[in-house]
Nanobody, 122 residues
Framework: VQLVESGGGSVQAGGSLRLSCAAS????????MGWFRQTPGNEREWVAIINRDGTTRHADSVLGRFTISKDNPKNTLYLQMNSLKSEDTAIYYC?????????????????WGQGTQVTVSS
C-alpha cells in the first residue's frame, strides 16, 4: 500500500494550492480518507476527511477555505486550499482507513503518505 502526496510548495498569503494524494496497492474505493497537518513541536491534527460515500467534514480552522475531494477512478485524493494564511504552514499528510467512516483521530488510520510541505508567507 502506498500513498504519495504532491502539490505542496511556497505561496503568499491569500494564494491557493491543490494537494494530491495518489493511492496504490489497495481497493481505494473501500476506504475513507483524510488530510492531516503537522508543525514542529505539535501533534498531527486533522484538516478534512471524506467518507466512503463522499460525505466530508472540515476542521473549523479551514472551513470555507479548504475542500477535500476524491476521484475514485484515478485513485486520487485532493485538498484544494484557497485563501491561505501563514498559520496554514505545515507538512500535510494524507491517510487512509479501512472503514466507511473516517474519524478525527490519527490513530484510526491504517496508511499514511510521506507528507508534503506547504509554506505560506505573509
Amino acid at each position: 500500500v502506498q500513498l504519495v502526496e504532491s502539490g505542496g510548495g511556497s505561496v503568499q498569503a491569500g494564494g491557493s494550492l491543490r494537494l494530491s494524494c495518489a493511492a496504490s496497492g489497495y481497493t481505494y474505493s473501500g476506504y475513507c480518507m483524510g488530510w492531516f497537518r503537522q508543525t514542529p513541536g505539535n501533534e498531527r491534527e486533522w484538516v478534512a476527511i471524506i467518507n466512503r460515500d463522499g460525505t466530508t467534514r472540515h476542521a473549523d480552522s479551514v472551513l470555507g477555505r479548504f475542500t477535500i475531494s476524491k476521484d475514485n477512478p484515478k485513485n486520487t485524493l485532493y485538498l484544494q486550499m484557497n485563501s491561505l494564511k501563514s498559520e496554514d504552514t505545515a507538512i500535510y499528510y494524507c491517510a487512509a482507513r479501512s472503514a466507511s467512516i473516517c474519524g478525527f483521530g490519527r490513530t484510526q488510520y491504517n496508511y499514511w503518505g510521506q507528507g508534503t510541505q506547504v509554506t505560506v508567507s505573509s
